[in-house]
């Protein structure tokens, strides 16, 4: 008798003792540990039924109606119930790869009216470990063994009968029940053979060992065991209805089991009405959560608002070193309106690498000065704020204000002086690294902080400024190019600022993916060899990921002294590291930028920011271990001038497919909104952003390439909410329950 008192908040691990499923206690630990893997940041003694309930099925197979054979037809797909009549595994002969060799693993099989020609289902096997498989498969599809085979059945001229090819044999659910007892009725538990067959059946990707057949089986049994009224209603009534959605107990239910009433289709597209529901679900909390940290925000006024007169407008455009492009003219109008404004500003500007975002932090920077206020401008790396710190007190030499770089090569002598002028307010605009705000450096009268490369840093900044009583104005930016859908929710509480428009004079950046084969490298060699001689310069990057970092290192250390040593002896070759003293970063880098040094190894510190002009060639090793955003902001490093630049992609793994269709990107196209969004469907937006990097919550059932009309929905509703905050209990109540949300809070800046 299962025990009726399991609740959303139970753990996985204590399912055993209320018999779900027959669930031994070893298969609930894999069963958590599986979850919790899915679920990032949970312990797998935390994993609870909620968090298996949100373990969604990546799609689903109508077996309500069996085809028998006689009814197959080419390319038919279709589910059969089968009996095994032979099975067999044998190597594929003449068929030997590089120590490899190829299986090929058959069943034939009849239905239970033997009502055509026997058919065959079979896979390719490969690996040194295929005999053992085959051997274990063997044993499995004996003679007379019943089971579900579902997919694209095609007409198999040299078996002269239908075949279905799998990717793993795997994929074919073995019932109970076999030839002589075919029926459900005489296996030993009828009510699980009715869970996977004559109904519409949810396939769930495999959980470590735990097969689509027995998480169907678990789920199917939790679902059972769990009392309605845990799934009680979580958003208002009206909102239900306006929405018209399904309660949250079926939606719960149909996701894992659909009816027959809903179409497959719309389930396969994540359209059908318990999709919509959990999706929009998800979104709703995290929408209102948001839209109340931005109203608070915008309610708290902050230190002063400042003035933008002629004056002040004058000595900009006295100081601007070039014609603005029409994006920065408009992004430029959306600060001033937030500088004048009594409301802390909280902006977010986004623009493509090279778009020109420096000029317009100098302007709002300007403006705080000319209002007698101090700004400060952080970078993610030492480099790069030794860089703004170069350009900034260029642009404003003829103004009057002292412009300064705290970094972490100033001797402690130099650096305490320095501390002192800014608290005295002698220096009026900072550059460093967010250790300017860690190391609590004290300003006279910070009126506006902005923050560069903001995907870099992470999302506390802001917080870290409030907490610590600087309640200025800030402007964060960015290069990696978010799609509009997923900054509007990852940066909820930002106000956007999009700079759409690159410079003019920019040729655009021609991009060729290369083989690891002597041939391509002799056309790669040639390249570098003819733009050096005509005076440009070259980056070489390495990739560096963190589990094998030592071995990236070494990679990276030979390939540059074999560069220097053999192929380019008679150019200036310099190495630069994540592992090296700042002090020796900033030298090469000053080597680099001066001239001197004319190829450039590096692994990814150069990644952001960095602009030498006159280099004019990316080179990217093993460029199919990069994700495209990361290889967009590579590229971004050159064709910075009016010069033909080149980014080489150099990939020596040219079999995964979805390297190849990363890199065939690159090669199409030079925007990086659309190279983001392709990033974001190809990987995921946690993945894109790096989720613990930015802050972004993950979603269990959203997606948000997929779902930006929910997400719209979502918000919509949540401003009603909002609004309604004064007259409806309810609302008051719903704002409540966000308000220490901690997803939300992590979700915004500040
Ligand atoms: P990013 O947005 O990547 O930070 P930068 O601000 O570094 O871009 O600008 C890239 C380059 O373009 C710089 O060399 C900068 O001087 C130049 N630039 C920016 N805006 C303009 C403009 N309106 N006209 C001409 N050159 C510009
Ligand atoms: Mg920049």
């Not at 499923?21 to 609930?28: E, I, K, M, V, Y």
């Not at 770089?405 to 690294?433: C, D, F, P, Q, W």
């Not at 300003?443 to 917080?463: N, P, S, T, Y």
Request: glycine residues 6%; hydrophobic residues 40%.
């Amino acid at each position: 008798m299962p025990d009726s008192s399991i609740s959303l908040e139970t753990r996985i691990l204590d399912l055993p003792n209320h018999g779900v499923a027959r669930l031994g206690l070893l298969t609930a630990r894999k069963l958590a540990s599986g979850i919790a893997a899915n679920t990032s940041g949970k312990d797998l003694n935390q994993v609870t039924v909620e968090d298996l309930l949100h373990y969604l099925p990546m799609r689903y197979e109508d077996r309500s109606k069996l085809t028998r054979i006689r009814d197959l037809t080419d390319g038919l797909e279709a589910s059969l119930e089968l009996f095994v009549k032979l099975c067999q595994g044998r190597p594929v002969r003449g068929w030997r790869s590089y120590r490899q060799r190829l299986y090929i693993f058959e069943i034939s099989a009849t239905d239970r009216e033997r009502s055509g020609k026997d058919v065959v289902v079979w896979t390719f096997l490969s690996g040194p470990r295929a005999p053992q498989i085959i051997e274990s498969y063997e044993k499995k599809f004996r003679r007379g063994v019943r089971f579900i085979a579902f997919g694209k059945w095609e007409s198999d001229s040299s078996r002269r009968t239908y075949s279905l090819k799998l990717h793993k044999p795997d994929e074919i659910e073995v019932l109970p029940g076999d030839v002589e007892r075919p029926l459900p009725e005489t296996t030993e538990d009828p009510a699980i053979a009715a869970i996977h067959v004559g109904r519409r059946v949810p396939i769930y990707r495999r959980l470590n060992d735990l097969r689509p057949k027995q998480l169907r089986e678990i789920i199917h049994a939790t679902l059972a065991t769990l009392p309605d009224s845990s799934l009680a209603e979580t958003l208002p009534n009206d909102l239900i209805k306006r929405q018209r959605f399904i309660s949250r107990r079926e939606a719960i239910h149909q996701i894992h089991f659909p009816p027959e009433a809903i179409s497959l289709d719309d389930y396969e597209r994540s359209r059908s009405p318990a999709h919509r529901r959990l999706i929009f679900e998800e979104l709703f909390w995290l929408a209102l959560g948001l839209s109340v940290k931005r109203d608070r925000r915008i309610k708290e006024p902050k230190g002063a608002a400042f003035k933008i007169d002629d004056a002040i407008k004058r000595r900009i455009a006295s100081v601007l070193p070039f014609k603005l492009t029409g994006a920065q003219r408009r992004v430029i109008k959306e600060i001033f309106r937030d500088l004048r404004s009594d409301a802390p500003m909280n902006r977010l500007l986004q623009g493509d690498v090279g778009s020109g975002k420096t000029i317009v932090a100098v302007i709002a920077m300007l403006v705080a000065m000319e209002n007698n206020c101090q700004a400060a401008l952080m970078a993610p790396t030492e480099i790069l704020a030794e860089q703004h710190a170069r350009n900034i007190k260029r642009i404003l030499a003829s103004s009057p204000y002292r412009i300064e770089l705290l970094n972490g090569s100033l001797k402690s002598g130099e650096k305490k002086r320095l501390r002192e002028a800014i608290a005295a307010g002698e220096v009026h605009a900072v550059i460093g690294t967010h250790a300017l705000i860690q190391e609590s450096v004290t300003f006279k009268q910070l009126g506006l902080a902005v923050i560069d490369e903001q995907h870099r840093f992470g999302v506390m900044q802001r917080a870290e400024l409030r907490a610590r009583g600087m309640n200025t104005d800030v402007l964060v930016m960015t290069a990696t190019p978010i799609p509009r859908s997923l900054a509007m929710t990852v940066y909820g509480d930002l106000d956007v600022s999009i700079i759409d428009e690159m410079p003019p004079g920019r040729t655009p950046i021609v991009t060729k993916i290369f083989a690891d084969n002597a041939s391509d490298r002799k056309e790669v060699k040639q390249l570098l060899h003819s733009e050096i001689v005509a005076g440009r310069q070259v980056y070489v990057v390495y990739p560096l990921v963190e589990e094998s970092e030592k071995l990236d290192l070494r990679d990276a250390t030979r390939r540059y002294e074999y560069l220097r040593d053999k192929v380019f002896p008679k150019f200036s070759v310099g190495l630069i590291h994540g592992r090296m003293k700042p002090e020796e970063k900033d030298e090469c880098m000053r080597r680099f930028v001066t001239g001197e040094i004319q190829i450039l190894v590096s692994t990814t510190v150069i990644e952001v920011g960095v602009d030498v002009p006159n280099a004019s060639v990316m080179v990217v090793e093993h460029a199919e271990r990069f994700g495209l955003s990361q290889l967009h902001q590579l590229r971004g490093r050159v064709g910075r001038g009016a010069q033909q630049s080149y980014c080489v992609l150099l990939a020596s793994d040219k079999q995964t497919e979805v390297a190849r269709e990363r890199l065939g990107i690159m090669e199409q196209t030079n925007d990086g909104f659309k190279i983001a969004e392709k990033d974001l469907e190809l990987r995921g937006p946690g993945e894109i952003m790096g989720t613990r990097q930015a802050g972004l919550p993950e979603f269990r059932v959203a997606n948000l390439v997929r779902d930006l009309d929910v997400l719209q929905a979502a918000r919509k509703e949540a401003d009603f909410y909002l609004n309604q905050a004064d007259k409806s209990a309810e609302a008051q109540k719903m704002i409540a329950r966000v308000r220490d949300d901690a997803r939300v809070k992590l979700a915004a800046v500040g």
